[in-house]
Antibody
């Protein structure tokens, strides 16, 4: 059974940091691209970042480049998103998703940025 | 930056065919995925590589992509198909989602 479980969300002040984690099982995690996708309350899906199977290929959305860092640990089947210099507009439900076609999604972890 | 445009809402009667469009410059040259998101739930992949269906998705879901427009078609629409639908593609190395279409079955 495929399981994708995000954690690490919470309430943080503007300028603060959070580290999101994603635990994956039931599929070939170490061979697939993995993504972070976010969804602000009542809004649509927005792609945030992706990492290839061995971590050597990484891409970011323009809105988070330089502030967010994606990484993975294939030995633990874990995906991470280090988020620094958080802004109010980063408030969203953050989903971890597995490729090749965003086939596998978690339930999301909520990040709220507010003073 | 590259943008995908979807109609905000589409309405369909039960048993009829629903079509949801997604427009972007030369979109036909790219692969498109479609996702269904019911209220309070995570997105579910319903179409990938323009017209392929994951094994768990009913045959009434189909897709096409040509020119500047990709289309998700739901034949014999059922009440359970009422949801938000998002198209997705790639602009070089950046993922792009459409703004989403709320499908109402009434």
């Amino acid at each position: 059974e495929v399981q994708v479980v995000e954690s690490g969300g919470g309430l943080v002040q503007p300028g603060g940091s959070l580290r999101l984690s994603c635990a994956a099982s039931g599929f070939s995690f170490s061979t697939l691209w993995m993504h972070w996708v976010r969804q602000a309350p009542g809004k649509g899906l927005v792609w945030v970042s992706r990492v290839n199977w061995d971590g050597s290929g990484i891409d970011y959305a323009e809105s988070v480049r330089g502030r967010f860092t994606i990484s993975r640990d294939n030995a633990k089947n874990m995906l991470y998103l280090q988020m620094n210099d958080l802004r109010v507009e980063d408030t969203a439900l953050y989903y971890c998703a597995g490729s090749p076609n965003f086939d596998y999604w978690g339930q999301g972890t909520l990040v709220s940025v507010s003073s | 930056s590259y943008a995908l445009t979807q109609p905000p809402s589409v309405s369909v009667s039960p048993g009829q065919t629903a079509s949801i469009t997604c427009s972007g410059d030369n979109l036909g040259d790219k692969y498109v995925c479609w996702f269904q998101q019911r209220p309070g739930q995570s997105p579910v992949l319903v179409i990938y590589q323009d017209n392929k269906r994951p094994s768990a998705i009913p045959e009434r879901f189909s897709g096409s992509n040509s020119g500047n427009t990709a289309t998700l078609t739901i034949s014999g629409t059922q009440a359970m198909d009422e949801a938000d639908y998002y198209c997705q593609s790639w602009d070089k190395t950046a993922g792009v989602f459409g703004g989403g279409t709320k499908l109402t079955v009434l």
